[in-house]
Structure formats: structure tokens, C-alpha cells
């Protein structure tokens, strides 16, 4: 139970701080007919990487790596369970964009909803970071772009960027499936809408 605690302390901060955001508004859609919609496509998904990529971090956990993103300016990152699966208190490195490198600290995960918390000691500085969209408004063949650090985090090389269409919008355990490519270091990495917000 004292395990829980600390997770459920910073479930609920999340959950005070996206009550504190302005209601999501759905991701515009671009429909993709003909060569000039891809041209719009691309230009938009351009204009969303560039609002975003800067809360992509690489999170390095002992011998192993895996990603995320800075939730909030204060330092709190939210990755995959999987990637933050150790007890609460667990310290761990964060690279930010640029390199910058944060330490860490595991405040819980959720391994059935392969959801890990991480809060940063950013030292005072305001980090950039990415706003929280509903999943729940996601729907099949939607556009969308995920980021994170294949093969973990390399020096000079910010958060790779991929996009791709969503084949199920809640898949059998309940998560979202695209056919944008992701391998091992990507996991945790944020998935965003074309309006600019992490959907997954």
C-alpha cells in the first residue's frame, strides 16, 4: 500500500493539472485526396513537431532506455509502465532536447495501463512540455505522429519523428494502433494530434 501512495499522489496531480488546461479541442483533419492534401499534410505536421518535439526526452533506467515527455513546465514526465517498471523513489536520468540530462525520480506506473510517471528536479527551470489531449476522441484513420529515441538517446539527435494513421482506435487491451514505426527506445515516447496534443 505505501507503494501506491506515491503513484497516487501523482495520478492526481496529473489529473488536477489537466483539469487546470483548457478543454481539448478535436485535431483538424486534413483529407488526403490529392498531391496538393499531402503538401498541407506534411506542412502541418511540420507546424506540430516544431510546437512539440521539445518535450521529447530520452529516460535512461540503469542499463536500459526508453522515452517520453515533459507533461508539465515544472518537470513531470510521462512514459510507458514498461519503461519506468522499478519501485517508487527509483532515480533515473532524463535527456531533454539539446542533450540537457535532468535527474529523475519514479513516482509509480501503472503496468496495466502501461503508464509510468517521473517527476524531474528541473533546479527552478521551466522546461518545455507537451498538453494533454483525450484518447478518447481519436478515431480510425486519423493522422497522427509519434516521437521518441530509437535504439535510445544519441549524442547531436533529438527525438525521432514518425507519422502515420490510426488502423483501431482502442485495440483489445484498449490502446491505440497505428502504423507508424516504433522499435525498442521508443517506448514512452509521446504520441500527438495534429492539433498539438498527446493523445497516447
Known sequence: MKQLAPFALALGLLLAFSLRQ?????????????????GKLEKKIQEVVA??????????????????????????????GHVTET?????????????????GVV???????????????TKGKKVAFVELGDSDKVKN?????????PLGVEKNRD?????G???????????ITMDAPVIHGDSGGPVVDLGGKQVA
Open 22 to 38: 483548457p478543454a481539448a479541442q478535436s485535431a483538424p483533419e486534413i483529407p488526403i485526396n490529392t498531391l496538393e492534401d499531402l
Open 51 to 80: 510546437k512539440t518535439r521539445a518535450a521529447v526526452v530520452g529516460i535512461r533506467m540503469g542499463g536500459s532506455s526508453g522515452s517520453g515527455s515533459f507533461i508539465s513546465a515544472d518537470g513531470w514526465v510521462c512514459s510507458c
Open 87 to 103: 519501485n517508487p523513489g527509483t532515480k533515473c536520468t532524463v535527456i531533454a532536447y539539446g542533450g540537457e540530462s535532468f535527474d
Open 107 to 121: 513516482y509509480g506506473s501503472d503496468m496495466a495501463m502501461d503508464y509510468g510517471v517521473i517527476k524531474v528536479d
Open 141 to 149: 484513420g486519423q493522422w497522427l505522429i509519434a516521437m521518441g529515441h
Open 159 to 163: 527525438g525521432v519523428v514518425r507519422a
Open 165 to 175: 494513421r490510426v488502423l483501431a482506435a482502442k485495440n483489445r487491451q484498449g490502446f
